[in-house]
């Protein structure tokens, strides 16, 4: 059996998902397909069982925040890779950000744990299904998801750096 | 190097005169056992400063005690975040009289380069700082001057400090309470 | 998990149960860990970790600064071999800007990177050996990474946190004292290195010790995303300087060491091994380095020399727009991976045109398999336990970023 590549792959994730394969590119090499995202779960499980294309292995979960994207706001990335085919992908599903809810895929990694609450942590990404969706990295009273673009960088309450000597009022980036 | 200058004596046949202060100080010094509190890259550093090149022995300093209650220096090499910095208080407060605490890196000094929303811009903000040792990270030889003037700190402590209404205040401005033997409540 | 384990857990009375803390503060958790474990006795029923006590926020750091202001944050990743990480995130920008990079290039940077790994796998075989009790093995590694550390300086000017090279190469070429410094070191650290190694690899306390401590079968390991030595101690041979070649690998021979049951024991062989390929790979790469310059023609993002800048005035306006941040990059995303110490170190990084990253995520090994840590090491005694932690290589600024 040879090696699929990025056609290969894109022909069957299109035939067996049709319309919910709702875009997609090639990138540096890499193929990037978005979904609806309700149906990432079955479409990286449907990946993981088939035969050929046999994706084995989670690379990363990332979130991106993109404010001006209405309706779009927070994209969840997939990083898959097959070690069979010697392939990578990407698939990514957008959220808006009124309904951030997106299902867990602890059931087929189990290294998904710690990736989907490590973007919970970040975005406030909700992943439905997950054993034990709480903070990691941050502390467990913070009220914030610090990665969002609205939100500076330094410590709100310091007291030795004057914004107006770096060129910023108060909270803009 | 390491090597501390004459205590003033008068010397006789078979005994010798001096302080009983200047004599614990030089034993303090000599022996001092560190805890080191290494979180980062810095603690990478101190490793290889404990090591046979820059070697701390020479300095009575090779017994690592990671338990506070058994350590004189309280050395922090390392970022501390926000969410370290109760557990770094808390053992800074186990930590018996007399103590000192040795900052290493900028991380610990100020911060460094990461003026972001989880780290703690400076471990003065929580407990009172003895020596500063800026770097990122600082070479051995900066750490081991450190630890020298740690050393010149020790010996000219007063064994009284813990009883003197200065160190109360100074603890008091850190939120640190301390009983009439100076330890920690 | 095997059948004697599960009767542990299964014999275990929950009136004789303790909840003990191992960490934050601990002699042997090189880094701040803390682990919350329930001991039936000395064998442990469950444990519970808590991350994040040195979160630096580097993802959010990086969307602030230009991408040559990067390197020097990537350092403070996988401390202990910060060339590696360096090394990786050049590539990225040089991937996402396609630049071809010169072949004399790709062979200095895999010089130092199997450098950065020697050091690694150096510091941790040695922290094993601390706490199964044995100092002595510390000292004499420790003297070897001082040759790698003035190697180190000889080329960046830092010992441990490097800020290694540049967008498009390395900021000077190997100078005479790095020819003879290297030379010396190929020929002195095998000799070194055996004598390390006879301390520990044969000794049969180390062996007992190590032996059943910690293991993990290869589908666990694959399913939690394990790479790196630790996945090759499992049995799997994933590399990614094999699988994905970058700078030239492609060229040198080497071989994938792996080991049996991924058990403590099976690590450290992995690693000792490695050490050697690794020195293989530099001999290798010394031996036939090609000739040319040591930097790529990239005036939009290598700074011109000095020289050029005070007498010239193209070299200037490149000057001024490479320190303003005023270079155009292109729009897009890109994912690249290098073997770090410990394992696939990945940049996805997405770019918006602009001078800093809009997004800028790190595929950090270490985060990525300490969550299997309560997995491996249920069942066993805290003193496994222990030595578990010591050799699955957690490095406090990689697990936590």
């Keep these: 059996m040879e090696k699929q590549n990025n056609q290969e792959y894109l022909t069957a994730v299109q035939a067996a998902f049709g319309a919910d394969v709702l875009a997609h590119e090639e990138a540096f090499g890499m193929l990037n397909i978005?979904?609806?995202?309700?149906?990432?779960?079955?479409?990286?499980?449907?990946?993981?069982?088939?035969?050929?294309?046999?994706?084995?292995?989670?690379?990363?979960?990332?979130?991106?925040?993109?404010?001006?994207?209405?309706?779009?706001?927070?994209?969840?990335?997939?990083?898959?890779?097959?070690?069979?085919?010697?392939?990578?992908?990407?698939?990514?599903?957008?959220?808006?950000?009124?309904?951030?809810?997106?299902?867990?895929?602890?059931?087929?990694?189990?290294?998904?744990?710690?990736?989907?609450?490590?973007?919970?942590?970040?975005?406030?990404?909700?992943?439905?299904?997950?054993?034990?969706?709480?903070?990691?990295l941050n502390m467990d009273d913070m009220d914030y998801f610090p990665m969002r673009k609205e939100y500076v960088l330094e410590d709100a309450t310091r007291e030795d750096k004057d914004d107006r000597f770096f060129g910023r009022n108060n909270n803009e980036l | 190097m390491g090597k501390i200058e004459d205590l003033e004596t008068i010397n006789g046949e078979g005994y010798q005169l001096t302080n009983l202060d200047k004599a614990i100080a030089l034993a303090r010094a000599n022996s001092v056992w560190p805890l080191p509190f290494a979180t980062s890259c810095c603690g990478i550093e101190f490793m290889a400063t404990m090591g046979s090149a820059y070697d701390l022995s020479r300095f009575g300093m090779e017994r690592m005690s990671f338990t506070p209650r058994q350590a004189d220096l309280l050395i922090?090499?390392?970022?501390?975040?926000?969410?370290?910095?109760?557990v770094l208080k808390r053992v800074y407060e186990q930590m018996a009289e007399p103590k000192w605490v040795l900052s290493v890196g900028a991380c610990a000094c100020s911060g460094g380069i990461f003026d972001t929303y989880s780290v703690l811009q400076g471990i003065d903000r929580i407990i009172p700082v003895?020596?500063?040792?800026?770097?990122?990270?600082?070479?051995?030889?900066?750490i081991i001057e450190g630890v020298m003037n740690i050393h010149e700190l020790v010996k000219k402590e007063s064994n009284r400090r813990r009883y003197s209404e200065e160190y109360k205040h100074l603890l008091g401005t850190y939120q640190i309470e301390i009983d009439q033997h100076g330890e920690a409540k | 998990m095997s059948q004697e384990i599960k009767d542990i857990l299964q014999a275990a009375d929950p009136a004789n149960v303790a909840t003990i803390n191992f960490g934050p503060t601990h002699p042997s958790t090189h880094g701040i860990f803390q682990n919350i474990l329930k001991v039936d006795g000395e064998k442990i029923i469950s444990s519970e970790q808590t991350v994040g006590y040195i979160h630096r926020a580097f993802e959010k750091l990086a969307e602030r600064r230009p991408y040559n202001q990067i390197t020097p944050i990537t350092d403070r990743l996988n401390y202990c071999s910060s060339p590696i990480n360096n090394i990786g995130w050049e590539m990225t920008v040089e991937k996402l800007i396609g630049v071809d990079i010169p072949k004399r290039v790709q062979y200095m940077r895999v010089i130092i990177m199997?450098?950065?790994?020697?050091?690694?796998?150096?510091?941790?075989?040695?922290?094993?050996?601390?706490?199964?009790?044995?100092?002595?093995?510390?000292?004499?590694?420790?003297?070897?990474?001082?040759?790698?550390?003035?190697?180190?300086?000889?080329?960046?000017?830092?010992?441990?946190?490097?800020?290694?090279?540049?967008?498009g190469g390395f900021e000077r070429d190997f100078t005479p004292v790095f020819h003879q410094k290297l030379q010396s070191f190929l020929k002195t650290f095998p000799k070194a290195f055996e004598e390390f190694d006879s301390m520990l690899a044969r000794n049969r306390i180390f062996m007992d010790r190590t032996k059943g401590a910690g293991p993990i079968s290869a589908e666990r390991a694959l399913s939690y995303s394990f790479s790196g030595p630790n996945l090759r101690?499992?049995?799997?041979?994933?590399?990614?300087?094999?699988?994905?070649?970058?700078?030239?690998?492609?060229?040198?021979?080497?071989?994938?060491?792996?080991?049996?049951?991924?058990?403590?024991?099976?690590?450290?062989?992995?690693?000792?091994?490695?050490?050697?390929?690794?020195?293989?790979?530099?001999?290798?790469a010394y031996k036939n380095l090609p000739e040319g310059d040591y930097k790529a023609d990239l005036p939009d993002f290598y700074l011109p020399a000095k020289s050029d800048v005070y007498n010239n005035m193209e070299a200037l306006i490149y000057h001024f727009k490479i320190v303003m941040g005023e270079t155009e990059l292109p729009v897009g995303e890109v994912y690249h991976a290098v073997e770090g110490g410990n394992g696939e170190l990945g940049y996805y990084l997405i770019s918006d045109g602009g001078r800093t990253p809009y997004r800028l995520q790190f595929r950090r090994p270490c985060f990525i398999y300490y969550q299997a840590y309560p997995e491996m090491i249920k069942g066993l005694p805290i003193s496994d336990a222990v030595l578990t932690l010591s050799s699955i290589n957690v490095i406090a600024g990689e697990l936590d970023a």
């Design chain 3, 233 to 284: 101690a499992a049995g799997v041979d994933y590399d990614v300087r094999v699988m994905s070649p970058y700078s030239s690998y492609e060229d040198f021979d080497f071989i994938i060491p792996v080991g049996v049951n991924g058990d403590t024991y099976d690590r450290f062989m992995v690693r000792q091994e490695e050490i050697r390929q690794s020195l293989r790979i530099i001999e290798q």
């Design chain 1, 34 to 136: 978005e979904m609806t995202p309700s149906r990432i779960h079955d479409a990286i499980q449907w990946l993981q069982q088939h035969q050929d294309l046999s994706v084995n292995y989670l690379t990363n979960i990332a979130g991106v925040h993109y404010p001006e994207a209405v309706g779009r706001e927070f994209a969840v990335v997939y990083q898959l890779h097959s070690w069979k085919n010697n392939l990578r992908l990407r698939i990514k599903g957008f959220l808006p950000k009124e309904n951030l809810h997106i299902a867990t895929i602890t059931d087929l990694f189990a290294g998904a744990n710690w990736m989907e609450r490590e973007t919970y942590d970040f975005f406030g990404i909700i992943f439905d299904g997950h054993p034990d969706l709480r903070r990691i």
């Design chain 2, 130 to 142: 003895d020596v500063y040792v800026p770097g990122c990270p600082p070479r051995p030889e900066q």
């Design chain 3, 114 to 167: 199997e450098l950065a790994r020697i050091a690694d796998h150096l510091i941790c075989n040695s922290v094993i050996g601390v706490d199964a009790g044995a100092l002595t093995s510390f000292f004499y590694p420790f003297s070897e990474r001082e040759k790698i550390y003035e190697l180190y300086e000889e080329m960046s000017g830092a010992r441990l946190t490097t800020n290694m090279g540049r967008i």
């Design chain 2, 76 to 86: 922090v090499a390392g970022t501390i975040s926000k969410k370290l910095g109760p």
